[in-house]
């Protein structure tokens, strides 16, 4: 399975930008997604996360209310809208598909990764 991620770039503070990620097989459609990002120097960290059928999502507290994770199974392909953007959102953001049909906070609850795509918010 590959993930292709994408709609990376840069924003200024406050504002918005909604990035995706596709994937190459309708069989991650069972699965959970995973949203994490890895700023310069730092460990990669989770972000959000979604059930196969989205009726269950989970955030990391510093994007609680400003970001947005869903997904569309008939195209195979899952959104993190981020709002309210902050410069200290500045990173590489990964998706990945998890090993059971819900989304964990675990970096190892994933089977499967995509590139990154860089995101930077200017202050």
């Known amino acids: 399975v590959q993930l292709q991620a994408s709609g990376g770039g840069l924003v200024q503070a406050g504002g918005s930008l909604k990035i995706s990620c596709a994937a190459s097989?309708?069989?991650?459609?069972?699965?959970?997604m995973g949203w994490f990002r890895q700023a310069p120097g730092k460990e990669r960290e989770f972000v959000a996360a979604?059930?196969?059928?989205?009726?269950?999502?989970l955030y990391a507290d510093s994007v609680k209310g400003r970001f947005t994770i869903s997904r569309d199974n008939a195209k195979s392909t899952v959104y993190l809208q981020m709002n309210s953007l902050k410069p200290e959102d500045t990173a590489d953001y990964y998706c990945?598909?998890?090993?059971?049909?819900?989304?964990?906070?675990?970096?190892?609850?994933?089977?499967?990764w995509g590139q990154g795509t860089q995101v930077t918010v200017s202050s």
């Open positions: 979604i059930s196969w059928r989205g009726d269950s999502t």
């Open positions: 990945a598909a998890a090993r059971t049909s819900y989304g964990s906070r675990r970096p190892d609850a994933y089977q499967y």
């Open positions: 097989r309708r069989t991650v459609n069972n699965n959970g």
